[in-house]
């Protein structure tokens, strides 16, 4: 039986995770209700069980399991914010050769990276259940009727090489505000008189590690300031002060 009457006229966001400060897709939640924009409900559907799809607009839909309990019934756009529907770790990064995965995912493909590269869990069963979600999540990526939205172009691509069709896939970048007075092209001297600021969760998969070897090996007089925390703050603070031991 259906319950939970909504608004036709509007398009309303699905997500399990709270609307808040936390970082990752909360912020970005909190972000869009600030703005609010219209035709836009500040109502965060948080389940779509029991509910009659057929009423609604539009689905924006944020958290990857709210993906199978679509009945198709309406119009739906899902934002990725992260690697997890292509990778069971969530990462596409391989920790004991600190590089980035090229690889696509497979059930064989992804238990080597596991146990030999230490990609994400090695726990036998946490690592048995992330390879059957991923498997699922893409077996529905394929099948429904679903448009995808990636933050970048690489995003976009993991998805096209794990089978979801390209018509299916859009890349539209994090917007940032216009800067209000003039600025200078970038090159390396006007990076030499300006500071860098990373504002994020100090985690493998955000890229801090890459941007600060990159420093390393450029101009000392640029500087960089960091804003986040994360459990990988302790080791990385190591890798700033001491590259060579990398």
């Known amino acids: 039986m259906y319950q939970k009457i909504f608004d036709q006229d509007l398009i ?16 970005y939640l909190a972000s869009l209700f600030e703005h609010q924009p219209p035709n836009v409900s500040d109502r965060v559907i948080k389940s779509l069980k029991n509910v009659d799809q057929s009423q609604f607009k539009l689905l924006h839909i944020h958290s990857p399991d709210l993906l199978l309990q679509l009945t198709g019934e309406c119009p739906t756009v899902f934002s990725v914010h992260n690697h997890s529907f292509y ?4 990462t596409k990064y391989l920790a004991e050769q600190k590089t980035i ?15 030999v590269d230490k990609c994400g869990s090695r726990r036998p069963l946490r690592s048995l259940k ?28 993991e ?13 539209l970048h994090c917007g940032i505000s216009v800067p209000e007075t003039a600025t200078l092209p970038l090159s390396l001297e006007v990076h030499q008189n300006h500071r860098i600021l990373f504002a994020g969760r100090i985690v493998s ?3 801090l590690e890459w941007l600060l070897k990159t420093l390393i090996h450029t101009d000392p ?7 986040g925390e994360g459990w990988e703050r302790p080791r990385l603070e190591k890798v700033s002060k001491y590259p060579e031991i990398e």
């Not at 309303?12 to 897709?25: A, I, K, L, P, R």
């Not at 390879?131 to 691509?157: C, W």
């Open 12 to 27: 309303y966001q699905c997500s399990n995770f709270e609307v808040g400060e936390g970082g990752g897709v909360e912020t």
């Open 87 to 90: 990778c069971p770790s969530g």
């Open 101 to 115: 995965c090229d690889r696509n995912f497979s059930y064989l493909g992804c238990t080597w990276g596991k146990l």
């Open 130 to 157: 992330e390879l059957q979600t991923t498997h699922h999540f893409l077996d529905v990526l394929k099948k429904g009727k679903i448009t995808f939205v990636a933050n970048s172009e690489y995003v976009r691509q």
């Open 159 to 171: 998805l096209i090489q794990n089978g979801v069709l390209p018509e299916q896939t859009v890349t």
């Open 205 to 207: 998969d955000k890229g």
């Open 221 to 227: 007089q640029i500087q960089l300031d960091i804003a």
